[in-house]
């Protein structure tokens, strides 16, 4: 079985300019979760989606990022403009389902790695 | 603040010997804590997790201990291998939340 798919694997780019990232979930599982990771850093959530609804996007710097879930499958996570400390590993992660008072193991992808210039 | 703290960066421990890692968290609504493998240039996988309601969790060469007292959380990987090179991170959940993640401590085993 596929596990999750993102792309691309990098990318370079100038500040102000845009930039999107493209998760393929597994098969199935219905909760997505985007997470940034800087340098020296653990991953931070970014937004958790339950199939097509975005449930959590509180960490979403809403003022240049945005996400969509079309059909509860893939998702694209947008930066527009980018900016020098957008610099970051974007990762992917996706679940079975989420369950409250439980917990449903996450499987990340290989992410993307930004750098801005 | 951050809620989950890994102190150690890096931990270098021989071959075969026991490796333990260590967490602490602030949040006393978590009621999940998993253990993440990362090597170079992949995500981050799944080693073992343990619910709040437990103190300890084995799973072969791995094992997760829980104290919430102390609200400290040890990973213990015996005997070390080569293999287990890796950054390994400490995660918490509460309730449908996504995780929170610790630093990262970078593991190294020795020859």
């Known amino acids: 079985e596929a596990g999750v798919v993102q792309s691309p694997r990098y990318k370079i780019i100038e500040k102000k300019q845009p930039v999107a990232f493209w998760c393929n979930p597994i098969?199935?599982?219905?909760?997505l979760y985007w997470y940034r990771q800087n340098l020296g850093q653990g991953p931070e959530l970014l937004i958790r989606?339950?199939?097509?609804?975005?449930?959590?996007d509180s960490q979403l710097p809403k003022d240049r990022f945005s996400a969509e879930r079309l059909k509860g499958v893939d998702s694209t996570l947008k930066i527009q403009p980018a900016e020098l400390g957008d610099s970051a590993v974007y990762l992917c992660?996706?679940?079975?389902?989420?369950?409250?008072?439980?917990?449903?193991?996450?499987?990340f992808g290989p992410g993307t790695r930004l750098t801005v210039l | 603040d951050q809620q989950v703290k890994q102190n150690s960066p890096s931990l270098s421990v021989q071959e075969g010997r026991i490796s333990i890692l260590n967490c602490d968290y602030t949040?006393?609504?978590?009621?999940?804590f998993l253990w993440y493998k990362k090597y170079p240039a992949e995500g981050p996988t799944f080693l073992i997790s343990?619910?709040?309601?437990?103190d300890k969790n084995e799973d072969g060469r791995f094992t997760v201990f829980l104290n919430k007292s102390a609200k400290h959380l040890s990973l213990h990987i015996v005997p070390s291998q080569p293999g287990d090179s890796a950054v390994y991170f400490c995660?918490?959940?509460?309730?449908?939340?996504?995780?929170?993640f610790g630093k990262g401590t970078h593991l190294i085993i020795q020859p």
């Open positions: 992660a996706s679940s079975l389902v989420v369950v409250a008072g439980g917990f449903d193991e996450q499987f």
């Open positions: 989606y339950e199939n097509e609804e975005a449930v959590d």
């Open positions: 949040n006393s609504m978590f009621d999940y």
């Open positions: 995660a918490a959940v509460g309730g449908a939340d996504g995780l929170t």
């Open positions: 098969s199935g599982h219905n909760t």
């Open positions: 343990i619910s709040s309601i437990k």
